[in-house]
């Protein structure tokens, strides 16, 4: 009986040290994500002239997609065989952020749960190498996904399936009700958040990236549920909100730095070779 009591015990004991080293680490995290940057360049990378002329020619765009191919676009997509769209509708579920950020935050939590102190320095940095791009994929898909998903419901405008008008003017402004989040489109703010992330850490994957991205924003028009306008804000969103993210952590030494050019160059990232000497490492504990 006292070797199971001692068991138990011992097995309680290894939990709260680890739940400890979880809370201690992500709160360390926190602090360096919120720390002075350590490059004296601008959070924003571009001049007022630069933003401007960016921001017509975005704004110009969106009202051409508006005025001109919305309507047409999703009478289109409303003809369309049954058998095509009941495609699209099993290919829009990945465009949904959880199956990203759940994989990355407890990835991110079993790693700071894990006890870095016995293992050897090299190992130590390595493990914090891993860590620092687990968070800027997590941050880069996450806020920026938190953010447009607040501005959407601000926005207020009708899904297009709302009330059957395939109305692309139908706005009702700070309503806060699901069927008007249709701008931006939050599954295309997603993939190409996705698509900036994961392609400026493993640039041989942008391809295969592009492909998902395209095929998840085209099934948002298919199944009816957003308009092609809706689908570009997202994908300018997504965009810009991990480009943002990937500065921040650049201006802070955090896996990227700011080079001469002013652009974010990425470290290089820990090898496979690495981290299999962590896994050894942490299996002999």
């Known amino acids: 009986m006292s070797t199971a009591n001692e068991t138990k015990d011992g097995d309680a004991q290894a939990a709260l040290a680890m739940s400890r080293r979880c809370l201690v680490r992500a709160a360390a995290a926190i602090e360096l994500l919120l720390r002075s940057p350590r490059v004296h360049a601008g959070a924003w990378p571009f001049t007022a002239k630069q933003t401007a002329i960016a921001a017509g020619v975005i704004a110009g765009a969106f009202l ?86 607040l501005i959407k419901r601000l926005i207020g405008r009708g899904r297009p399936t709302v009330e059957g008008a395939l109305d692309p003017f139908l706005f009702h402004p700070f309503i806060w009700r699901a069927d008007f989040a ?36 085209a099934s948002r028009i298919v199944v009816l549920a957003h ?20 500065r921040w952590f650049a201006l802070r030494r955090l896996g990227f730095s700011i080079g001469p050019d002013g652009v974010p160059h990425q470290y290089p990232g820990p090898s496979l070779k690495r981290i299999k000497t962590i896994a050894r490492e942490l299996l002999a504990l």
Do not use: C, K, N
């Open 64 to 149: 051409v997609l508006l005025v001109l191919i919305d309507g047409p676009a999703l009478r289109a997509a409303a003809r369309l065989p049954r058998l095509v769209v009941w495609s699209f509708e099993q290919i829009t579920e990945f465009g949904l952020s959880g199956w990203f950020l759940w994989p990355l935050g407890i990835l991110f939590l079993t790693l700071a749960a894990l006890p870095a102190e016995r293992l050897t320095v090299m190992s130590q940095r390595v493990l914090a190498a891993v860590m620092v791009r687990v968070g800027f994929l997590f941050l880069a898909i996450g806020a920026t996904g938190l953010v447009v998903s």
């Open 182 to 217: 249709s701008l931006p489109s939050g599954h295309a703010t997603t993939v190409f958040s996705v698509l900036v992330a994961f392609g400026t850490l493993w640039p041989r994957a942008r391809t295969a990236l592009w492909i998902y991205a395209l095929l998840i924003a």
């Open 227 to 246: 308009f092609p306008s809706d689908i570009f804000a997202g994908a300018i969103a997504g965009t810009a909100g991990a480009l943002l993210v990937r």
